[in-house]
């Protein structure tokens, strides 16, 4: 009888502990709230630290500094980004802040995806960079509702240094919304779905420049012979510059070796004609007209007709054409064996 008076004792003491612990706790402030992050509300959007799998494994001669972006919304609070009509787990009240200001997260975003499609990306007081880029954030909200509500619109600008031209400027805009599910949201699932609707923002911005500065430089990323040699092409035919290359910058990537020629200047290297090993296989392609840009698993290859010694596999094949279709195709190649293609472009 002694021993149980004592277990029962010890569980109403515990009891006691805890119910005191419990009271003492829900007057404290949270973490969040003792350094001003809105009571704890606020949420964190990271940018991964790990390189995109995608992203080329030598970064471009391209080089571009990024300033901050301005943050031009018509809402007071720079870390306010909407409201939550409905319950939002983790979070109290229903202004939606983040835990740094907008400009900050737009900014950070747009450094990792140029860094992750290649790109050279310098601070805003790098004075060796080729390219300046800035921009706006003129919309940015989410708010929480029967189904989240995401809304993005970012303007970029970039200019040329040293002529301080502007050669690419352009407005994405993303709308986007989502149902929660029935258990409905919280901070974790706020912070993803905004990170994932701003990186489609910037990965269409990035692409967009891109594409821009491949077709008036193809010599800043490899697309010319004298460049990066990719082992196993010889590249027969390629592109002139739109216009006059711009000149390096004067720290080039280690792997790469002496400043590049100009585009006239280049002199296609002495080496064995493409053929089929027997570890290898021997792509051709023909197209009508000629002279269309050919690109193998998103890398630019050049001009048609080409013929290139390829590793074996299945290999996504572009050709494009100003005034015609792009045309879309998958292309087996095998070792020891030749794959001829002729494509007939479509306007």
């Not at 018509?74 to 306010?80: A, C, L, V």
Request: charged share 25%; glycine share 8%; with cysteine.
């Amino acid at each position: 009888m002694g021993m149980m008076k004592q277990f029962l004792r010890r569980i109403l003491l515990s009891l006691v502990v805890i119910s005191a612990a419990g009271c003492s706790n829900a007057g404290m402030p949270t973490l969040g709230g003792m350094f001003g992050d809105e009571d704890g509300n606020a949420i964190h959007v990271a940018e991964s630290k790990k390189a995109s799998p995608n992203a080329p494994s030598m970064k471009y001669a391209a080089s571009i500094r990024i300033n901050r972006y301005a943050d031009v919304r018509s809402i007071g609070n720079p870390r306010k980004i909407g409201t939550g009509a409905e319950f939002v787990s983790g979070m109290r009240g229903k202004d939606l802040v983040l835990d740094q200001d907008v400009a900050t997260v737009v900014t950070n975003a747009m450094k990792t995806s140029l860094d992750d499609a290649g790109f050279q990306v310098r601070e805003a007081q790098d004075g060796t960079a080729l390219f300046d880029l800035s921009g706006t954030v003129k919309e940015l909200t989410y708010d929480v509702k029967g189904r989240d509500e995401v809304s993005i619109a970012i303007e970029t600008s970039l200019k040329e240094i040293k002529t301080g031209k502007v050669v690419w400027s352009g407005i994405v805009v993303e709308k986007n919304d989502r149902f929660a599910g029935v258990s409905g949201n919280n901070k974790k699932d706020v912070a993803n779905y905004l990170r994932k609707e701003l990186g489609v923002v910037t990965d269409k911005t990035t692409k967009a420049i891109s594409d821009s500065l491949m077709a008036a430089s193809p010599e800043l990323f490899n697309l010319t012979p004298g460049t990066r040699p990719i082992p196993g092409v010889s590249v027969l035919v390629a592109p002139s510059a739109v216009h006059a290359p711009i000149a390096p910058a004067p720290t080039l990537p280690v792997q790469q070796a002496a400043p590049m020629p100009a585009a006239s200047a280049v002199v296609l290297p002495q080496t064995q004609e493409p053929r089929a090993t027997a570890t290898s296989g021997l792509f051709l392609i023909n197209t009508k007209p000629t002279r269309a840009k050919v690109y193998l698993d998103g890398v630019y290859y050049g001009l048609s007709p080409l013929r290139l010694e390829m590793e074996p596999g299945v290999h996504a094949l572009s050709v494009k054409m100003e005034g015609y279709k792009t045309v879309d195709e998958k292309v087996s190649v095998r070792k020891g064996d030749s794959t001829e293609m002729d494509l007939s472009l479509e306007r």
